[in-house]
């Protein structure tokens, strides 16, 4: 029995002993089989590299040859640049599209008929001044004129009365030297008779001469009544004229105490209220603001850089807070002359009109977002990445016969990733796009 056992312990150790060495043998075999599928770092590191450049070279058109792996080549061809220039405006209004509302007189407002948010007409009232006074300079007129009136009808009705009477005067003069020329001859002939004296001769002829006097007196007095007439009329015209225009004085007067509305609008703010007095100065005193909201445009705020590019009509889109994801369009109108320094950059003020419906939604300085779209043109243009700068100058490698060659170039416009080159390079050339070098990343 005991051989026996002794047997089969040492068959269950041989099992055992063959059990392990099968596992050891698994195991090396599993390790061995790991070890074998990894890449050699020396063998197929470059290999790495170079797939990712030519797929990178897929990416951009053609691997560059000669480029050692990092770089990419590109044909130099003609695109479409549609350059925009972006600014931050304002929404404004238009010229004559907000006016602060005053008074021209001193006074106490007697009534407001307006508040914020009302709208008004053009003409329509909006407030108005106590006016007892200027209703008294006005019936004060009215009553100097009627005085006026009244002088100039009594000089038309004692015209004829005064020329009546130097007329008459005239008649009985003339009259008088009649009968004193027929006096006169008579003695004449007495005396040359000797049937009368000389002295009766004598006082004939004086007589005639002193009626002759009196009928010149009194013709130089019709003409003096006339020439009087005239001037006293003159005169009463004259001062009928100027009670008229203190009657229209005053009645424009009293027409300032009624405030109406110069334009048609919202109430944007009101500045007094009824009860106040309002004192009349060099500066009017401001009841209320008014903004007509249909006409309103953005001031773009350009700088002095881009301000050559901008023309008037040309196209503009432009977004504001309060509503994002909505695009407003417009175009230019105009270019204001005078410059605004703002973090001292000089900028200059762009008015763009608005063409898009905006009514209830743009707001008086609403902040604004605004592209300027410039003209679209073909032009030579390269990736932005291709321009190398040195020494204030801009370079590309362009590749003749296989081999980069550092060129000279001029630059223009830049649209997003592409530069605009204006010498130094033709249409149909290759040139290269440099990459970083992928051992310098991993390092």
Avoid at 187 to 212: H, I, K, N, W
Avoid at 334 to 361: F, L, M
Avoid at 366 to 394: F, W
Avoid at 428 to 442: A, H, N, T, V, Y
């Amino acid at each position: 029995m005991i051989r026996t056992t002794t047997e089969g312990q040492d068959h269950v150790h041989t099992q055992m002993t063959a059990r392990r060495a099968a596992i050891v043998l698994a195991v090396a075999l599993a390790v061995c089989g790991a070890g074998c599928r990894q890449p050699q770092p020396s063998a197929n590191g470059g290999a790495g590299a170079a797939g990712s450049a030519d797929n990178a070279g897929a990416a951009s058109g053609t691997g560059s040859a000669g480029s050692g792996g990092n770089a990419d080549t590109i044909t130099v061809t003609r695109r479409t640049f549609s350059s925009n220039v972006a600014a931050i405006g304002a929404v404004k209004a238009q010229v004559g599209a907000e006016v602060k509302v005053g008074s021209r007189i001193s006074g106490r407002v007697f009534r407001l008929h307006a508040n914020i948010k009302d709208q008004v007409r053009k003409g329509q009232v909006i407030a108005e001044l106590e006016k007892a006074d200027l209703e008294a300079l006005v019936e004060q007129s009215r009553a100097e004129l009627r005085l006026a009136d009244a002088k100039l009808a009594a000089l038309d009705t004692l015209l004829p009365t005064e020329v009546a009477k130097a007329e008459a005067d005239i008649a009985r003069w003339n009259a008088t030297v009649t009968q004193a020329r027929k006096d006169l001859d008579r003695q004449r002939v007495l005396l040359d008779r000797t049937l009368a004296p000389q002295s009766g001769f004598d006082l004939s002829q004086e007589l005639l001469a002193v009626s002759e006097a009196q009928l010149g007196a009194a013709r130089k007095t019709l003409e003096l009544v006339r020439a009087q007439h005239a001037e006293s009329v003159k005169q009463a015209q004259a001062e009928r004229d100027r009670d008229r225009a203190a009657l229209a004085h005053a009645e424009v007067q009293r027409s300032y105490a009624i405030i109406t509305a110069p334009i048609s609008g919202v109430i944007a703010s009101v500045a007094t209220q009824e009860g106040e007095t309002v004192a009349a100065g060099l500066n009017a005193p401001t009841f209320v603001t008014i903004i007509d909201l249909a006409r309103l445009q953005v001031e773009a705020y350009v700088d002095e850089v881009d301000i050559g590019k901008i023309a008037v009509g040309q196209h503009v889109v432009f977004t504001v807070d309060a509503y994002p994801a909505d695009d407003f369009a417009g175009q230019v109108a105009a270019i204001y002359p005078k410059a605004t320094i703002q973090d001292n950059v000089v900028k200059y003020v762009v008015a763009v009109e608005i063409t898009s419906p905006y009514a209830g939604r743009l707001r008086p300085e609403m902040t604004t977002s605004v592209n300027i779209q410039l003209q679209s043109r073909q032009v030579l243009a390269v990736p932005s990445n291709a321009v190398r700068r040195e020494g204030g100058k801009h370079f590309v490698q362009v590749l003749v016969n296989g081999r980069p060659e550092l060129r000279e170039v001029r630059l223009g416009w830049k649209d997003g990733a592409w530069t605009e080159v204006t010498q130094g390079l033709s249409d149909g050339q290759r040139i290269l796009l440099d990459r970083p070098d992928p051992e310098s990343e991993k390092r």
